[in-house]
Structure formats: structure tokens, C-alpha cells
């Protein structure tokens, strides 16, 4: 069976920043994208960022500039590296695995910026 297992959160003062780690357990064959989403409380999930298995990548407005999205792919690992993180980046952060077959996701890790 396979899992998510994201790592990498926490709480940090505004300015500050986070490394997310996400990593697959078991065999997960043929990843096309992996993605970060965040969710915040009384908010919809939204995508953050994601990258394709070509290594293209795309991000939300909010956070372009600021994060930064990369893979490993003989480990079967996605990373966000979150530089000036604000308030409002404040939410649970989930990783995506998209495969032919089907989406996997983590369990959620939380993010917290304190003002």
C-alpha cells in the first residue's frame, strides 16, 4: 500500500523559512506531477505548486517568487522550500502524486507563520 509520508512543518516567524519533504512508501511506478496544496481554515485547498516529470513547474501568484518546488525522482520525493513566509501562508500543507492510475495524498502537515 502506498503512502505519503510529508515532513518539514511547523511554526516560524514571519520572514522565516520552511522546507516541505514528501515521500512516497511502497512502489508508486509512472509519477507524472507532484504538487503542494495548502488549506486554510474556512478556505478551499489550493494548489501552491507543482512539477511535472520533465521538470516543468507552475505556481500560485501568492506564493511565485517566494517557494520553490523540486523533485527527486529516484527517491520518489517532492520538496517545497518556503523563503519569506507570511502570515498568510498560514494552513495544512498536503503533497500530491499523480500517476496514470490514480492521485495519492499525504496526510497533511501544518504550517504556521506567526505576524
Known amino acids: 500500500q502506498v503512502q505519503l509520508v510529508e515532513s518539514g512543518g511547523g511554526l516560524v516567524q514571519a520572514g522565516g523559512s520552511l522546507r516541505l519533504s514528501c515521500t512516497a512508501s511502497g512502489s508508486v511506478f509512472s509519477i507524472n506531477t507532484m504538487g503542494w496544496y495548502r488549506q486554510a481554515p474556512g478556505k478551499q485547498r489550493e494548489l501552491v505548486a507543482d512539477?511535472?516529470?520533465?521538470?516543468?513547474?507552475n505556481y500560485a501568484d501568492s506564493v511565485k517568487g517566494r517557494f520553490t518546488i523540486s523533485r527527486d525522482n529516484a527517491k520518489n520525493t517532492v520538496y517545497l522550500q518556503m523563503n519569506s513566509l507570511k502570515p498568510e501562508d498560514t494552513a495544512v500543507y498536503y503533497c500530491?502524486?499523480?500517476?496514470?492510475?490514480?492521485?495519492?495524498w499525504g496526510q497533511g502537515t501544518q504550517v504556521t507563520v506567526s505576524s
Open positions: 512539477i511535472t516529470s520533465g521538470g516543468s513547474t
Open positions: 500530491n502524486f499523480g500517476t496514470r492510475v490514480r492521485d495519492y
